[in-house]
């Protein structure tokens, strides 16, 4: 927060959307002060109260949720939550709290997280090409990948709970065909823990859902919805998968085609100078 610059009014830049202004009404405020506001003026959109999220800061804080008497005792709310397998932080203190608080099934997904953490500073787990081409530390190479997916579905069978979706596996799979694979090996390690993923589908539910938010957030870009819902539909329809690199190449072909005529009709319809 102190490396944020702001200006006479308070608002400081967004770091995404040139010319726009953020406000932070409640930069100030403390923790306790938080929860306050939270129970008196602003119940969960879920419905009911907000004991249930309070129960979750108290597990994550190892079980304590000491009441506020003074400004030297610390309340609930500052345990960190984000995604489990996070490696940005060297301990989740959030997880930790929740093992030190008996939900002791969480230990083996924080054995995997730590061992997220190892491997992504061993250089011999990453290529020596960055995604932008140059020289150093790149992504995981793909025999680590393989052993990632490997120890999460093996992980799966450990805690008895669904840590990855079929859609995600799928979607890997089509990431890894692009980059390295001509095996379908990510389906295959998938079928070794009797997970038979197929092709990612979309439901009408998805399909109507996207579309809107093009709509949505068409005008806001100032992009036509008509060409953003092509090019989504090329992807979603035409070309569900990118199995060969001649597929692909077509697929290349026909968004040039959707910009292109874009363009064309943009110019069109632009007055006269």
């Known amino acids: 927060m102190e490396a944020r610059a702001t200006n006479s009014r308070g608002l400081n830049p967004h ?20 929860w306050e506001y939270l129970f008196t003026h602003n119940p969960p959109p879920w419905g009911g109260t907000h004991d249930f999220m309070l129960d979750l800061y108290r597990q994550a804080s190892g079980g304590e949720c000491p009441v506020v008497l003074d400004l030297n005792t610390p309340s609930c ?8 397998t996070c490696t940005v932080v060297k301990e989740d203190k ?9 939900a002791t099934w969480m230990e083996p997904l924080n054995e995997f997280r730590n061992w997220l953490k ?36 093996a992980l799966e069978k450990t805690v008895g709970r669904r840590l990855i979706e079929d859609a995600e596996i799928a979607y890997i799979q089509q990431q890894w065909t ?35 938010l093009i709509d949505e957030l068409a005008p806001r870009f100032e992009v036509q919805s008509i060409w953003a819902t092509d090019l989504y539909s090329l992807v979603t329809e035409r070309y569900p998968s990118l199995d060969s690199p ?6 290349m072909e026909d968004v040039i085609k959707v910009v292109e005529n874009a363009v064309r009709q943009a110019d069109r319809t632009e007055p006269a100078a």
């Open 246 to 251: 001649s597929t692909r190449q077509q697929l």
């Open 77 to 84: 709310g500052g345990s960190r939550f984000g995604c489990w």
């Open 178 to 212: 692009d980059k390295f694979d001509v095996t379908d090996s990510a389906l295959a390690i998938a079928r070794e823990f009797n997970r038979e993923v197929g092709t990612v589908t979309l439901t009408p539910e998805d399909l109507s859902r996207d579309l809107a």
């Open 118 to 153: 190892e491997i992504r500073e061993d250089t011999s787990k990453r290529d020596g090409i960055r995604r932008n081409d140059s020289i150093g530390p790149g992504p995981f190479s793909s025999e680590t990948r393989k052993l990632i997916l490997r120890r999460l579905l």
């Open 15 to 34: 770091n995404e959307i040139p010319d726009a202004l953020v406000m932070t009404p409640i930069a100030e405020w403390a923790t306790d002060q938080v």
């Open 94 to 102: 959030s997880m930790r709290g929740f093992i030190d608080s008996g």
